[in-house]
């Protein structure tokens, strides 16, 4: 008998109030590259009610107007509603952003400094760092968030289109997921909340839910007379966003990754620029274990290196395929090693990562996107893989 088990993911949308303070951070960090690649970025926000705080440590020549661009990133998320407190117009703005630490810099700098051990630009933290990748899925990752994400995409689109008007823009998505034998074969549970104005009942929000997002979006073979759709399942959400809860920076780490399908190291990502193995050797993870996958040596993948802060060097590089490789995993981890290289400064170098190209990760996964920006999600070294696995 074949096991049959449900896994869940969940996704948020652009305005769930800590996927707020990701794309305040990201945009932030957006700017300062655009006008200087090297910046040093380590950009944090708070946001409650009608307050934006952001603090942390930038080293940048760029100049810009900071609450310039933290009021348009919020406008362009949405909030310009006068029904809510949180408007892109009338936010108050703290700003507590300092340099970046002397200490902190000599181990990522490329340069020599007392006490270091290479000239070689290093790891900017120590770390653990997962990658992964699975063939279920077109774009091989989980099944579970890459269902929640589509159903978050899709309802931010109808928002932004004004396919309704009674839409906000803080919303969640979770989409549970049978498996038989490690395939996805059907989905037993959807859930959607999204906010709303005060005037649409609830009926009118979970029949436009169902009819013209979820059925829209999710595999028809995989819903069922069994699935169980609950839409808004308290029964009203109207205040949201910022003014209902507080957000953070880097709180949605399993929505930005693999939905708890892949492990997670515990960095989160928005607002750090890629000398930040946080992201940048994440991003690096994802892009290994995806050609690993796409060269065929296995159904599943998933890689884990770790750093040392001012290191230039992995400490550890692992490959576990969950018995799904079709060459032994000692083949896979040699050409993994001889195909890629894990010093920080390749990782930034082979992704092209020096480019104000963040805001386009922040929501919806940072993993799984079809665009040309996006490097980590290429396929390129399959077939350098395959021969070197040979």
Not at 66 to 95: K, L, P
């Amino acid at each position: 008998m074949p096991r049959r088990y449900i896994f869940s993911s969940e996704s948020v949308g652009e305005g769930h109030p800590d996927k707020v303070c990701d794309t305040i951070s990201d945009a932030i960090l957006d700017a300062c590259l655009a006008q200087d690649k090297f910046s040093r970025v380590a950009c944090e926000t708070f946001v409650k009610s009608n307050i934006v705080v952001v603090g942390g440590e930038i080293t940048t020549r760029a100049r810009f107007d900071y609450n310039a661009i933290i009021r348009q990133a919020v406008r362009e998320i949405g909030y310009v509603n006068n029904d809510d407190i949180f408007h892109a117009d009338h936010i108050f703005i703290n700003n507590y952003l300092t340099a970046q630490s002397p200490d902190i810099a000599q181990g990522v700098d490329a340069k020599r400094a007392k006490g270091k051990k290479t000239a070689e630009q290093g790891a900017g933290d120590q770390g653990l760092m997962f990658g992964y990748a699975t063939n279920e899925t077109p774009e091989l990752m989980p099944a579970p968030i890459m269902f929640a994400h589509h159903l978050g995409r899709e309802l931010t689109r109808l928002r932004k289109r004004g396919a309704v008007n009674w839409l906000r823009p803080d919303a969640k998505s979770q989409v549970s997921v049978v498996y038989e034998d490690g395939k996805p074969v059907a989905i037993s549970n959807v859930v959607i909340s999204t906010q709303h104005a005060a005037s649409v009942e609830h009926a009118e929000i979970q029949k436009f839910i169902i009819e013209k997002v979820i059925k829209k979006v999710l595999p028809k073979k995989l819903l069922t007379p069994k699935t169980e759709f609950l839409i808004n399942p308290t029964g009203r959400f109207v205040v949201g966003g910022p003014q209902g809860d507080s957000g953070l920076t880097g709180r949605k780490i399993i929505v930005d990754t693999y939905g708890g399908m892949g492990r997670h190291g515990g960095g989160a990502f928005s607002g750090k620029d890629p000398s930040k193995v946080d992201r940048s050797a994440a991003y690096m993870g994802r892009y290994v274990a995806k050609n690993v996958v796409a060269a065929g040596l296995a159904a599943k993948c998933e890689v884990q290196f770790a750093y040392a802060i001012g290191h230039p060097q992995p400490v550890s590089v692992h490959i576990d395929t969950f018995g799904t490789h079709t060459v032994s995993e000692e083949k896979i981890e040699k050409a993994v090693l001889k195909t890629f290289s894990f010093k920080p400064a390749d990782i930034v170098s082979q992704l092209n990562l020096l480019r104000p190209i963040y805001s386009k990760t922040t929501n919806y996964g940072h993993f799984g996107k079809d665009d040309p920006d996006i490097t980590w999600e290429s396929t390129d070294k399959a077939p350098a893989l395959r021969k070197a696995a040979a």
